[in-house]
Structures are given as structure tokens and as C-alpha cells.
């Protein structure tokens, strides 16, 4: 997923930088489809990064109560996936919000080639 975001933010940066397209519409469709995709994930990663955490919570709170160390390695198991999650979950935060400056900008172009067809029609 990384890899994804990664290489469709950076292809929309190029188009950004070029701004040589003719249809911006069809453009920024096709970047509303993949904000969508991209919240959705978002969302569903969300959910299981606070499920994650709950559980760690829940254990952590167990391990402390009772004192057994048998609940140990649910603990360091729970922390595991927990750093991974977050980390996820913030490169998917984070790239949703500039996809949606990317957008910005994109409907900026549209707009400017808009007023000269405009002018010159």
C-alpha cells in the first residue's frame, strides 16, 4: 500500500508540475476516486488501530492487576503490532490530506484553463 500512495501522489505531483493536461475533469475524477479508495483504507485501518490498542490497554491492565507474567508476552505481542499500525495509519493520514491539497491544486489548473477558454470564446 505504501509503494501505492507513494508513486500516485508522486505522479499527480508531476502532472501538477507539467500542468499540460487538456481534460482536467477526467483527471481530477479519476483523483476523487482515489481519495476515496485511499479514505476508505483509512478507515477500516482506523478501526483496527484503536481495536489494537484497546486490547493492549485491556492486557497491560490485566498484567497489572493479576501480576501474571503468563500475560507477558501478550503484552510485547499487542505493542508489536501496535508500532506498525500506527506508523500505517499515519502514512495513510497523511496522504489523504495531501491527495486533498493535491485536489486543491488540481481544481486551481481547471479553473485557469477554464477563464482562458472562456476569454478566448
Keep these: 500500500m505504501k509503494k501505492r500512495i507513494k508513486a500516485y501522489t508522486a505522479y ?63 503484552v510485547v505481542l499487542l505493542f508489536i503490532l501496535l508500532v506498525p499500525y500506527c506508523m500505517h495509519y499515519y502514512l495513510l493520514e497523511n496522504s489523504v490530506q495531501y491527495m486533498y491539497r493535491q485536489y486543491d491544486e488540481m481544481m486551481k489548473y481547471k479553473e485557469g484553463v477554464d477563464k482562458v477558454f472562456s476569454e478566448i470564446l
Design 12 to 74: 499527480i505531483d508531476e502532472l501538477l508540475k507539467n500542468g499540460e493536461i487538456e481534460d482536467w475533469d477526467d483527471e481530477i475524477q479519476k483523483h476523487l476516486r482515489q481519495i476515496a479508495f485511499f479514505a476508505h483504507e483509512r478507515l477500516v485501518h482506523l478501526i483496527v488501530f484503536c481495536l489494537v490498542a484497546i486490547c493492549t490497554v485491556i492486557s497491560i491492565l490485566a498484567l497489572v492487576i493479576s501480576g501474571e507474567f503468563v500475560i507477558f508476552p501478550l
